[in-house]
């Protein structure tokens, strides 16, 4: 199980190191000192990994390299258990590869695929290595999202690093100590007990052997038999709330985004963008002569300009005399019926991340048999990401290949749309990915960076183009709106026996039905959308979560029930009776303030093996809703960051109100209408209560990500708040122009719109 | 091209930009002074917060030529003598945030706020941030640490 493959390369000395523009900036440049050697290990990495010289074993494989200054360790794991099942559909061949630069001058280096976008992935994977290295974490270094020296993980989302990449990243660097202490004891003559790894080599009683010593007997290396991975109990570095690592550049605005990159030469892009949605450009009609240096670039619909600021490239821009077509949009008020109409059969995909049919028993009669029925609607519409960093990109190329440094979720999908934007393989493209100033699902995918590649490419100089706020709206793409159509029905006795459950358009992650109800029919129904759409935090399990748990409460409120009590009554998993329990008694359930207008909601989660309620106290006063405070009961398994898990809580509940309450898309004929933060409300200081977090910790469980699942039960809970407080169900998010309908109808025979 | 004399962060500084440049880009594309960010160019975000002449001011919203000698403030003059700012601390302390794009914005409204307040409460707090936006939704940590920095702060 243990063994790998290995393979040697001997430093070829003197070899003439051409100059390659995949390996001049980037990681190279980070580090003067090994500059040379690392150059040549990159290079050589980047041709030659994965073809492995000897073969041990399929399940695990090692690349070892010897270096001048240090050598490199990949060591590639098959996803196994749990984290097979759950192997999302981009992922490439089911296997997580983590990379180790060991130095003798040099911090150790982690390489690795996933990005940091603010979930704190660079800590808790800082976190998981230091623990199974015995190092502190300030002795390793992450590098992070480099197409051209990184594994490709398969991209940042769906809250995948807990589950996934951070035990692959153990049981790797639990292997590359038992290596390192083997290769160590027998290079000392010592036991292995009495040695320990440091940060620039392995140190014994007598002396410290320092890495690049050990690379030379690697050739030989015989893998370690086994290699353990630190049992919870024994955590010093994982399990703690390691704070951020990056803290101090952060408080400093030293931190520096795509946004804030500046390469020598570089120039400026702006693109020139129709006033409708998907505008296509009809005429470029001769406009006044631009200044010096100023470059137009058109390609089809593509217009843009470089020139050497901002400020002469945005009034080169604006000087241009472009004649825009537009396609009217279809009306929003057939949103519902489009869905419907192009609706396609739901299918099971069997072993799918998120399979879009999911049955058991025999809904439809168990349905049509049941003396009390219950049907609704819901519904939820586009909305948009809003990163606070808009898109931002540089572009250089050189000899034929580009390098995009971009704070992108997804950099080796990105790689590849750009290979093909731009007609070249993927090899000629490196995506740097820089850490992103937050992105929530919205920056998988690379229009900036393809459009910041054709820029340069004309320009044959670096480009930075950076969006400004209306494009983030415009030229990016939208969480889908979604049509849910829910039937139901329970025995004499209350107790729920029949599901049926239509999801139109949003999507199939989360569909399922977790409660026990025996007959159960949950299906994806992918439709046609008029706008484009794509990722979101947690996917399509904010929808699916709102419709199933509004549904509940509509059962328990016809039941005259206690919500929580009916859940508890509808739940075998004793994790989810846990934190509706225990949070309901921390919050205060059912003892909300005497006042007017003020009532309390609950909803529940139980989603990629984290478990969570949401208990909110509200106050409605005519149209108005005011959030007073929060509780979440959050069971994720093991906590790997205590203090990064209660943030991520917290920023999720804080996110979900804004979708829940006011958030939406609003667009007419050919044109987005709301595209900037003065017309699009998203959650303020103002908007977000103070929300405690109840952590139950499981360290026996493995952890399940938990950056996207509290997002999912914030718009249930709210809703159910509001109907207790105001008798009110209110089915279609966001909630506050809903309940405005309802309190403040419109007048019958209106003019116009109501604005 | 104009010549504007600044004072930023008790440096003199000259740039030679159209009287009509924002402050921000200024400060980003001219001085080199990223810290403070663009979010909406539009007054609603409050990622470019800088201060100008102790007040919080949006620097997407103030011309070059608006700024005369007023000294201007950014995230990057916080320290002192490389001793973090008690607001700095706070926000280290707290973890008030996630991928700190706001975080400059944030300390210097904070710090506008607390010259003004020195002990503000927390609804006095949460008000008057209420311009700067947090997308990762740091909020509750953001008010924790601007209490704990007025708390103990003495060159807050
Ligand atoms: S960029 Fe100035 S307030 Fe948003
Ligand atoms: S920390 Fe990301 S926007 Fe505030």
Same mark, same amino acid.
Request: hydrophobic residues 40%; charged residues 25%; contains cysteine.
């Given at each position: 199980?243990?063994?790998?493959?290995?393979?040697?390369?001997?430093?070829?000395?003197?070899?003439?190191?051409?100059?390659?523009?995949?390996?001049?900036?980037?990681?190279?440049?980070?580090?003067?000192?090994?500059?040379?050697?690392?150059?040549?290990?990159?290079?050589?990495?980047?041709?030659?990994?994965?073809?492995?010289?000897?073969?041990?074993?399929?399940?695990?494989?090692?690349?070892?390299?010897?270096?001048?200054?240090?050598?490199?360790?990949?060591?590639?794991?098959?996803?196994?258990?749990?984290?097979?099942?759950?192997?999302?559909?981009?992922?490439?061949?089911?296997?997580?590869?983590?990379?180790?630069?060991?130095?003798?001058?040099?911090?150790?280096?982690?390489?690795?695929?996933?990005?940091?976008?603010?979930?704190?992935?660079?800590?808790?994977?800082?976190?998981?290595?230091?623990?199974?290295?015995?190092?502190?974490?300030?002795?390793?270094?992450?590098?992070?999202?480099?197409?051209?020296?990184?594994?490709?993980?398969?991209?940042?989302?769906?809250?995948?690093?807990?589950?996934?990449?951070?035990?692959?990243?153990?049981?790797?660097?639990?292997?590359?100590?038992?290596?390192?202490?083997?290769?160590?004891?027998?290079?000392?003559?010592?036991?292995?007990?009495?040695?320990?790894?440091?940060?620039?080599?392995?140190?014994?009683?007598?002396?410290?052997?320092?890495?690049? @010593? !050990? *690379? +030379?007997? $690697? =050739?030989?290396?015989?893998? #370690?038999?086994?290699?353990? /991975?630190?049992?919870?109990? %024994?955590?010093?570095?994982?399990?703690?709330?390691?704070?951020?690592?990056?803290?101090?550049?952060?408080?400093?605005?030293?931190?520096?985004?795509?946004?804030?990159?500046?390469?020598?030469?570089?120039?400026?892009?702006?693109?020139?963008?129709?006033?409708?949605?998907?505008?296509?450009?009809?005429?470029?009609?001769?406009?006044?002569?631009?200044?010096?240096?100023?470059?137009?670039?058109?390609?089809?619909?593509?217009?843009?300009?470089?020139?050497?600021?901002? @400020? !002469? *490239? +945005?009034? $080169? =821009?604006?000087?241009?005399? #472009?004649?825009?077509?537009? /396609?009217?949009?279809?009306? %929003?008020?057939?949103?519902?019926?489009?869905?419907?109409?192009?609706?396609?059969?739901?299918?099971?995909?069997?072993?799918?991340?998120?399979?879009?049919?999911?049955?058991?028993?025999?809904?439809?009669?168990?349905?049509?048999?049941?003396?009390?029925?219950?049907?609704?609607?819901?519904?939820?519409?586009?909305?948009?990401?809003?990163?606070?960093?808009?898109?931002?990109?540089?572009?250089?190329?050189?000899?034929?290949?580009?390098?995009?440094?971009?704070?992108?979720?997804?950099?080796?999908?990105?790689?590849?749309?750009?290979?093909?934007?731009?007609?070249?393989?993927?090899?000629?493209?490196?995506?740097?990915?820089?850490?992103?100033?937050?992105?929530?699902?919205?920056?998988?995918?690379?229009?900036?960076?393809?459009?910041?590649?054709?820029?340069?490419?004309?320009?044959?100089?670096?480009?930075?183009?950076?969006?400004?706020?209306?494009?983030?709206?415009?030229?990016?793409?939208?969480?889908?709106?979604?049509?849910?159509?829910?039937?139901?029905?329970?025995?004499?006795?209350?107790?729920?026996?029949?599901?049926?459950?239509?999801?139109?358009?949003?999507?199939?992650?989360?569909?399922?039905?977790?409660?026990?109800?025996?007959?159960?029919?949950?299906?994806?129904?992918?439709?046609?959308?008029?706008?484009?759409?794509?990722?979101?935090?947690?996917?399509?399990?904010?929808?699916?979560?709102?419709?199933?748990?509004?549904?509940?409460?509509?059962?328990?409120?016809?039941?005259?029930?206690?919500?929580?009590?009916?859940?508890?009554?509808?739940?075998?998993?004793?994790?989810?009776?846990?934190?509706?329990?225990?949070?309901?008694?921390?919050?205060?359930?059912?003892?909300?303030?005497?006042?007017?207008?003020?009532?309390?909601?609950?909803?529940?989660?139980?989603?990629?093996?984290?478990?969570?309620?949401?208990?909110?106290?509200?106050?409605?006063?005519?149209?108005?809703?005011?959030?007073?405070?929060?509780?979440?009961?959050?069971?994720?398994?093991?906590?790997?960051?205590?203090?990064?898990?209660?943030?991520?809580?917290?920023?999720?509940?804080?996110?979900?109100?804004?979708?829940?309450?006011?958030?939406?898309?609003?667009?007419?004929?050919?044109?987005?209408?709301?595209?900037?933060?003065?017309?699009?409300?998203?959650?303020?200081?103002?908007?977000?209560?103070?929300?405690?977090?109840?952590?139950?910790?499981?360290?026996?469980?493995?952890?399940?990500?938990?950056?996207?699942?509290?997002?999912?039960?914030?718009?249930?809970?709210?809703?159910?708040?509001?109907?207790?407080?105001?008798?009110?169900?209110?089915?279609?998010?966001?909630?506050?122009?809903?309940?405005?309908?309802?309190?403040?109808?419109?007048?019958?025979?209106?003019?116009?719109?109501?604005? | 091209?104009?010549?504007?004399?600044?004072?930023?962060?008790?440096?003199?500084?000259?740039?030679?930009?159209?009287?009509?440049?924002?402050?921000?880009?200024?400060?980003?594309?001219?001085?080199?002074?990223?810290?403070?960010?663009?979010?909406?160019?539009?007054?609603?975000?409050?990622?470019?917060?800088?201060?100008?002449?102790?007040?919080?001011?949006?620097?997407?919203?103030?011309?070059?030529?608006?700024?005369?000698?007023?000294?201007?403030?950014?995230?990057?003059?916080?320290?002192?003598?490389?001793?973090?700012?008690?607001?700095?601390?706070?926000?280290?302390?707290?973890?008030?945030?996630?991928?700190?794009?706001?975080?400059?914005?944030?300390?210097?409204?904070?710090?506008?706020?607390?010259?003004?307040?020195?002990?503000?409460?927390?609804?006095?707090?949460?008000?008057?941030?209420?311009?700067?936006?947090?997308?990762?939704?740091?909020?509750?940590?953001?008010?924790?640490?601007?209490?704990?920095?007025?708390?103990?702060?003495?060159?807050?």
């Amino acid at each position: 199980m243990a063994a790998f493959w290995t393979r040697f390369w001997k430093r070829r000395k003197g070899a003439r190191v051409p100059e390659s523009p995949h390996l001049t900036d980037g990681l190279a440049q980070a580090r003067k000192s090994a500059y040379r050697q690392e150059t040549e290990f990159a290079r050589e990495l980047y041709h030659h990994h994965d073809l492995p010289l000897y073969r041990f074993s399929v399940t695990r494989r090692a690349l070892w390299q010897a270096l001048g200054a240090g050598f490199l360790l990949t060591v590639s794991l098959p996803l196994s258990g749990q984290q097979e099942d759950a192997v999302a559909e981009p992922s490439p061949g089911k296997r997580l590869s983590a990379r180790f630069l060991f130095q003798a001058d040099a911090p150790l280096r982690v390489l690795t695929g996933k990005i940091e976008m603010g979930q704190g992935a660079r800590t808790l994977l800082s976190q998981a290595v230091a623990e199974e290295l015995r190092l502190p974490v300030d002795a390793l270094q992450m590098v992070m999202g480099d197409t051209a020296l990184c594994p490709d993980d398969g991209g940042t989302w769906a809250s995948l690093t807990s589950p996934q990449t951070v035990p692959a990243m153990r049981a790797a660097a639990a292997f590359a100590r038992e290596l390192l202490l083997d290769l160590a004891a027998s290079h000392l003559g010592e036991s292995k007990p009495a040695l320990r790894l440091t940060a620039t080599g392995v140190a014994g009683a007598s002396r410290t052997v320092l890495y690049p @010593e !050990l *690379a +030379a007997m $690697a =050739a030989n290396a015989t893998p #370690p038999a086994t290699a353990e /991975v630190t049992p919870a109990a %024994e955590w010093k570095t994982l399990g703690q709330s390691v704070p951020t690592l990056d803290g101090q550049a952060i408080v400093c605005g030293a931190k520096r985004y795509a946004s804030d990159l500046k390469l020598p030469g570089m120039q400026h892009g702006w693109m020139v963008r129709g006033p409708h949605y998907n505008s296509k450009l009809a005429v470029l009609r001769e406009g006044p002569k631009l200044p010096e240096g100023v470059g137009v670039v058109r390609d089809g619909d593509f217009l843009g300009v470089v020139a050497p600021t901002r @400020e !002469l *490239a +945005a009034a $080169a =821009a604006a000087s241009l005399r #472009p004649i825009w077509r537009g /396609v009217s949009l279809l009306p %929003e008020s057939r949103l519902h019926e489009e869905f419907r109409e192009t609706a396609r059969e739901p299918v099971a995909q069997p072993g799918a991340r998120y399979p879009g049919l999911i049955t058991r028993g025999d809904p439809l009669n168990a349905f049509w048999s049941s003396p009390r029925r219950l049907e609704s609607k819901y519904s939820l519409p586009y909305i948009a990401h809003v990163p606070l960093e808009t898109r931002s990109a540089v572009a250089e190329w050189k000899y034929g290949q580009v390098t995009i440094h971009y704070g992108c979720q997804a950099p080796f999908l990105v790689r590849q749309e750009v290979a093909e934007a731009m007609g070249i393989p993927e090899l000629q493209v490196r995506i740097i990915a820089q850490d992103s100033g937050s992105a929530f699902g919205g920056k998988q995918r690379g229009e900036i960076a393809v459009e910041a590649a054709r820029l340069a490419r004309d320009a044959g100089a670096p480009v930075k183009l950076t969006w400004n706020r209306e494009e983030e709206f415009t030229a990016s793409y939208f969480r889908p709106a979604g049509l849910l159509e829910v039937r139901s029905g329970a025995d004499e006795a209350g107790r729920l026996r029949a599901w049926e459950f239509h999801n139109y358009n949003s999507g199939a992650s989360g569909i399922a039905c977790h409660y026990d109800i025996p007959h159960a029919w949950c299906g994806y129904h992918p439709a046609r959308s008029p706008l484009r759409q794509g990722s979101y935090r947690s996917l399509a399990a904010v929808a699916n979560t709102f419709a199933r748990e509004l549904h509940m409460e509509e059962w328990a409120d016809i039941l005259k029930e206690d919500p929580i009590a009916f859940r508890i009554r509808h739940t075998a998993d004793q994790r989810l009776k846990d934190v509706l329990r225990r949070g309901a008694d921390a919050f205060g359930w059912g003892r909300a303030v005497r006042m007017a207008g003020v009532a309390q909601g609950v909803a529940c989660n139980l989603e990629k093996d984290a478990r969570l309620a949401l208990f909110i106290e509200i106050q409605v006063l005519g149209a108005e809703v005011k959030l007073r405070r929060a509780l979440m009961a959050f069971d994720a398994g093991a906590a790997l960051n205590p203090h990064q898990l209660r943030n991520q809580i917290q920023g999720a509940v804080a996110q979900g109100i804004g979708g829940a309450l006011f958030e939406k898309v609003d667009y007419l004929d050919t044109r987005i209408r709301n595209a900037r933060l003065s017309r699009y409300r998203v959650p303020r200081f103002g908007d977000v209560p103070d929300v405690e977090v109840l952590l139950i910790d499981r360290r026996e469980i493995p952890a399940a990500g938990a950056g996207e699942a509290p997002i999912t039960v914030v718009a249930p809970a709210i809703a159910a708040a509001i109907h207790r407080a105001s008798g009110h169900w209110l089915r279609d998010l966001p909630l506050l122009p809903a309940l405005d309908r309802i309190v403040n109808p419109p007048p019958p025979a209106a003019d116009g719109p109501k604005a | 091209m104009p010549r504007y004399e600044l004072n930023v962060n008790g440096k003199p500084t000259t740039v030679d930009v159209q009287p009509n440049t924002l402050l921000l880009d200024v400060l980003r594309d001219h001085l080199d002074l990223t810290g403070t960010k663009y979010g909406c160019g539009e007054g609603q975000c409050g990622s470019c917060t800088v201060l100008l002449d102790g007040k919080a001011r949006k620097s997407c919203l103030v011309a070059v030529s608006q700024v005369g000698q007023q000294p201007v403030e950014t995230v990057e003059g916080l320290q002192r003598d490389g001793k973090l700012h008690p607001l700095q601390e706070a926000f280290l302390k707290h973890g008030a945030f996630q991928c700190g794009y706001c975080t400059p914005g944030m300390l210097m409204a904070a710090k506008a706020l607390l010259s003004e307040t020195p002990k503000p409460t927390r609804d006095q707090a949460r008000r008057a941030m209420n311009g700067n936006l947090c997308r990762c939704g740091a909020y509750g940590r953001i008010l924790d640490a601007i209490l704990e920095a007025a708390e103990g702060g003495s060159r807050a």
